[in-house]
């Protein structure tokens, strides 16, 4: 996939690997960060996916996944793109400083559809824990998806869905 082909609005099904975090996740990836002078998990060319899983039922390799708001986030957005994160998924719309670190930095917010956590859930095929399981569902996974159902809400010129007309 090459994000600066993405316009804002295109439909994306991503096949590939992302990385699942949230809050806590990202503070003690920054924290570490400033203690050691590099980021604990390589971030380079990843995608995040803001979610906390459920128990993976029997015969899935994970749970239901749904997207967490994505503007929680958004204080903490600029770290990840200086380590190289090349794309956020979540849901709902993103503060001005998000839509203008997207521009800057050359990257993409995705959004995917929220209350469907049961069917993101069949789209991951490969899950483990990377870092923080004490965190339970707010562990940093790194996941394999299939098919995973994307709308690309900021493009890499910071064109926003949701400030659309």
Do not use: W
Request: aromatic share 8%; proline share 7%; charged share 20%.
């Amino acid at each position: 996939m090459r994000i600066e082909a993405l316009t804002a609005g295109e439909p994306v099904q991503y096949t590939g690997q992302l990385l699942i975090m949230r809050d806590a996740a990202q503070k003690r990836l920054i924290q570490e960060t400033h203690i050691s002078g590099n980021p604990p998990i390589e971030l380079e060319g990843r995608i995040i996916f803001y979610a906390g899983p459920a128990k993976a039922p029997e015969g899935y390799p994970f749970g239901a996944v749904g997207p967490t708001t994505s503007s929680r986030m958004d204080k903490m957005l600029e770290y990840l793109f200086q380590h190289g994160v090349i794309a956020t998924i979540g849901k709902g719309k993103r503060t001005p400083l998000a839509v203008e670190l997207c521009r800057r930095y050359h990257r993409v917010y995705f959004v995917t559809p929220s209350g469907a956590a049961a069917a993101l859930m069949a789209k991951i095929v490969k899950a483990s824990c990377l870092a923080y399981p004490e965190l339970g569902t707010e562990a940093v996974y790194s996941v394999e998806a299939v098919d995973f159902p994307l709308i690309t809400a900021i493009d890499v010129n910071g064109v926003d869905i949701f400030s659309r007309s």
